[in-house]
């Protein structure tokens, strides 16, 4: 991870002593999100000398490797090579649960919708049984706008709103799983007091991004990188927020550290931008400056959210002292370097 990303996550209000001496597990620790987790706890850890020791729970030990590199070595560093879909096997204490894992991607709401429903349901439910076996201090949960549903009111959705969400499509899979594993967390609180706390992010993006998972801003990232026009399926009037990875982990160990059992919207209000705007400004990031945006035929069959979504109303993030520290052009620009 960069030094800028670092400090932007570590110069915050967190208490970093909370994780002295203790064991945190780290889910999904290779993708976007797990791994700056990771490598922040790995920085606090030697910074503050936490004698804290880091499991990451990743599918593929060729991935930790490539990820991580030297981070393995250390002696506070653990992987444990499993699926989340499998029940957790770890023999000593696990003090704190970051819960990253699930396929999160439209391409795989298309070619695995099974799969992606049950990888949230089952790995929530395996994180859980975890938690209550090790009696666990709290859980981290990453939830998204996408639990909201269908909005229509011209105000920005509350933590306590919901909109409808259409569950008979096959990309209902990623919400009604998500929707499902916050009532789950909900009700191992209430029945084995297992504390939680989590977040719903609406578009996280730095480095670390697959560029051909289907979202908008990573196609657009991708024409780029191939001098490729930049083609838009729609009129591009949808209006999105996008936060830089490291101020959405920023928010992450605030809300664990000073955050109530419940879920809280995080998102760079201040990058609000309609995507047709988007695409001018990443073609504008062009090295060669051969990128053009161009209008294409109305959407195929690439599963885009099949209606508006919510704005999310982050004052009670921003009331615990969080604030994004990163605009639209850095981050697209950064994320842009890091494939250069």
């Known amino acids: 991870m960069e030094k800028r990303d670092l400090d932007i996550i570590t110069n915050s209000a967190v208490n970093w002593q909370m994780y002295r001496n203790k064991t945190v597990l780290v889910t999904g620790a290779t993708g976007r999100l797990g791994r700056y987790i990771v490598d922040t706890l790995v920085d606090v850890d030697l910074k503050y000398n936490l004698n804290l020791r880091i499991l990451g729970l990743v599918r593929s030990n060729d991935k930790a490797e490539a990820v991580f590199g030297q981070e393995l070595r250390f002696p506070n560093v653990k992987m444990l090579i499993q699926d989340v879909n499998a029940p957790i096997m770890y023999e000593g204490d696990i003090h704190y649960i970051f819960h990253t894992a699930g396929p999160a991607a439209p391409v795989d709401f298309k070619d695995h919708a099974v799969e992606t429903l049950w990888s949230h349901v089952n790995g929530t439910h395996n994180v859980l049984e975890c938690a209550r076996l090790h009696g666990t201090k709290r859980v981290f949960y990453i939830s998204t706008v996408e639990i909201y549903g269908e909005w229509k009111e011209d105000r920005n959705i509350t933590e ?88 959405a982990v920023n928010a992450v160990f605030l809300i664990m550290d000073k955050g109530q059992s419940t879920f809280y919207n995080v998102s760079s209000d201040e990058n609000l931008i309609s995507i047709r705007d988007l695409a001018n400004l990443i073609a504008e990031l062009s090295p060669s400056g051969k990128t053009k945006v161009v209008f294409g035929k109305e959407a195929g069959n690439m599963p885009y959210l099949p209606f508006k979504l919510a704005i999310m109303d982050t004052r009670k993030i921003r009331a615990m002292g969080w604030k994004p520290q990163v605009d639209l052009k850095h981050l697209f620009q950064w994320t842009l370097e890091s494939f250069l």
């Open 160 to 247: 306590s709103d919901m909109g409808p969400l259409r569950h008979l499509n096959y990309r209902a899979c990623y919400p009604e799983a998500k929707r499902l594993c916050e009532t789950m967390l909900t009700t191992y609180q209430q029945e084995y007091g297992v504390d939680f706390c989590g977040v719903r992010f609406s578009h996280t993006l730095g480095p670390g991004i697959v560029l051909d998972d289907g979202r908008a801003f990573a196609e657009f990232l991708n024409a780029v990188l191939n001098d490729r026009d930049i083609v838009l399926q729609s009129d591009g009037s949808a209006m999105r927020t996008y936060t830089y990875v490291a101020d």
